[in-house]
């Protein structure tokens, strides 16, 4: 640049040199004071952002002055910060506005220090430069932003998914492998959570993930790189051998997922009461289930549960079942001692084939053996009028000990 302003501008800008570290204090404390986030930063952070904006009021001032654009390298390094930012997951509008407050700064700066001669041109010409640097830096962060973040979130995603396989397969899940893996992925498992194993039309002409896509309605990786906790709503999900494997929290609104379901066409298995240790052995009762259960087993919802996955891997003799657990997943409070009548009720009934031929045998009048039986369905959400239903308790009932024992 050449003719008035020059020798003022060189004077404010010689000034701004010298009083430099002062400035940069400014700015940054604004930018702190004015943008929340930035007071969450590290003393590494904050000493970063300095040396980034001593560079950036230098190089400001310097256009003002001679009345250059940013050259390619300046864009670079814009575009190099923002992947920077995308990297230890500052948001980008947080960013963008810091730059916007220092702008603010510099220009108050120049205006306290304008020497007699600065006219309002030259003023005029200092907020067309930084505005026209503003625009341009904040396109090659958003930029260096952007690409960095889809690259993070493709990689995070694939980190998850090999997360996931590893715990159902049981491997690397010790307290201490478990505590480093979930803390490197900002990954939050609780101790209990539920586990829902989904399988379509294999003849779909539809991809496995984008089925899982549509049967999920959040994805497990955000954009904002945030903690996908498990117990506050957060769903994971990955593909294994053809089905949607899905973890969500225990207690996750069984209606919404019976729902998807069924729109889907999938068919499915919900495990409550998953965790680490147990998810292997779940998963594997899981898989069985979809892969052997009857017809009948569908008649009355298109989503089995602990008790009828354990049901199927008795029929079908693997994988191996414990009986305590057969028995809490299907009879539950029903083997209480409170609930002993409903109990004998069941056994009656199972034993006779009928409400009133279980009524006689006990001594009870059939409306009264009636009422258990209703009590019982209330109790384990199973009908001994459906034939499925009937079969899961005559199966865990016969492996129930014996009185006494």
Excluded at 159 to 173: S, V, Y
């Amino acid at each position: 640049m050449t003719g008035v302003g020059l020798a003022e501008r060189l004077i404010v800008h010689r000034l701004l040199t010298e009083r430099s570290s002062t400035l940069v204090d400014e700015l940054v404390g604004a930018v702190v004071d004015q943008v929340p986030i930035y007071r969450e930063l590290s003393d590494t952070q904050l000493r970063e952002v300095t040396a980034i904006t001593r560079w950036a009021v230098t190089r400001l001032t310097e256009m003002w002055v001679d009345g250059t654009r940013l050259t390619t390298r300046d864009v670079n390094r814009f575009r190099g910060i923002g992947a920077t930012r995308a990297t230890d997951g500052r948001p980008l509008l947080a960013v963008l506005r810091a730059y916007r407050v220092a702008a603010a700064v510099i220009t108050d700066a120049i205006a306290a220090h304008a020497p007699p001669g600065l006219t309002v041109a030259d003023l005029a010409a200092l907020v067309q430069a930084l505005v026209a640097a503003l625009d341009e830096l904040s396109e090659a962060l958003a930029n260096g932003y952007q690409h960095k973040a889809a690259e993070l979130i493709t990689d995070r995603r694939r980190l998850i998914d090999e997360f996931l396989h590893d715990l159902l397969a049981g491997r690397q899940t010790s307290s201490g492998a478990l505590a480093d893996r979930t803390e490197q992925l900002n990954v939050r498992v609780p101790t209990s959570f539920g586990l829902l194993l989904a399988g379509g039309d294999p003849k779909s002409p539809e991809t496995h993930p984008a089925r899982v896509a549509t049967l999920v309605a959040s994805p497990a990786a955000g954009a904002d790189h945030g903690p996908v906790d498990l117990s506050t709503g957060a769903l994971l999900s990955t593909v294994r051998a053809g089905a949607g494997v899905l973890l969500l929290p225990d207690g996750h609104e069984q209606s919404e997922v019976v729902a998807a379901v069924a729109a889907g066409g999938w068919r499915a298995c919900l495990i409550s009461g998953a965790s680490p240790a147990t998810l292997p052995q779940d998963y594997r009762a899981a898989v069985a289930a979809l892969e052997h259960a009857p017809v009948a087993a569908f008649a009355r919802r298109t989503v089995l549960d602990r008790g009828d996955a354990l049901t199927v891997a008795v029929l079908h003799g693997t994988p191996p079942v414990d009986r305590a657990a057969l028995h809490a997943a299907v009879l539950g409070p029903v083997l209480t001692p409170a609930n002993a009548h409903l109990l004998e009720g069941l056994d009656a009934y199972l034993t006779h084939g009928s409400a009133i031929e279980a009524a006689t045998a006990v001594g009870l009048h059939p409306q009264t053996m009636r009422h258990r039986l209703r009590r019982l369905t209330e109790l384990t959400g199973r009908s001994l009028t459906h034939s499925w239903d009937r079969l899961v308790l005559a199966v865990t009932h016969a492996s129930l000990p014996p009185p006494g024992r």
